[in-house]
């Protein structure tokens, strides 16, 4: 059955982040490039485990959200042309991550 409703992508981690944007033109690497730009990993940050400037990994959420939430139009995904999801985690330390998907129609 083809349903509309609404799909939330969720990252269940304290480093990571949902974003939606372009990818392929340069667009992924320009955010990320950005992130590196506002949040520098050196021994600024209060938050001291893991690797050198691990802090700025857990404040990362605060630009790029754990979360986004999308329309569903008859059982297809509607982004934008060039939209893409992307998971966004700047923590070299963990390699394993979650996404949890629900369905609200």
């Known amino acids: 059955m083809d349903r509309d409703g609404l799909l939330s992508v969720f990252v269940p981690h304290a480093t990571a982040?949902?974003?939606v944007i372009e990818t392929g033109a340069g667009s992924d690497d320009d955010l990320l490039a950005t992130l590196h730009h506002l949040l520098p990993a050196d021994d600024r940050w209060q938050h001291r485990h893991g690797?050198?400037?691990h802090g700025r990994d857990h404040v990362l959420p605060a630009f790029v959200p754990p979360h986004a939430t999308l329309p569903v139009i008859g059982g297809r995904?509607?982004?934008g042309t060039w939209q893409s999801i992307c998971l966004v985690?700047?923590?070299k330390d963990k390699d394993n991550r979650q996404v949890r998907l629900s369905f609200l129609g």
Do not use: F, K, M, Q
Request: hydrophobic share 35%.
């Open 17 to 19: 982040g949902i974003a």
């Open 89 to 91: 985690d700047t923590n």
């Open 77 to 79: 995904l509607e982004l």
């Open 51 to 53: 690797s050198p400037g």
